[in-house]
């Protein structure tokens, strides 16, 4: 399985199409979004995707009415919040956005998860 990963995309429409376009051509299985879409028009680019995809809010993400609105238009999006566990072949995957790094560094040493995805 092939998992992309990104992160703090901050309504950069010219990045978030590069990665896309990386994405796709990359084939990937999956999609992690660690927070900080910002905006709903930005989070529709995503939906592109076609693919499961996994998001979390960011300390940045003003709008999240009406960012769970877009991504729940596609049964594909999974809004993760305030954190979870996903589960992906077998693979135990928390995914977050702004805890303290003691926080991070004591679920990475817990061996509780195979992979544990941070954005800030």
Known sequence: MKIGIISDSHDNILII?????????EQ?????????????????LFLELNLTSYFTFGNNDGE???LKEVLSHSGKCKLIWPKSTISL???????????DEEVIEALASSNRYDLVVYGH
């Open 89 to 99: 072949d077998r693979l135990k995957i928390t995914l977050m956005h702004g805890e």
């Open 64 to 66: 999240r009415v009406m």
């Open 17 to 25: 199409n590069k990665a896309l376009s990386i994405l796709n051509s």
């Open 28 to 44: 990937i299985d999956c999609l992690l979004h660690a927070g900080d879409i910002i905006s709903p028009f930005s989070a529709k």
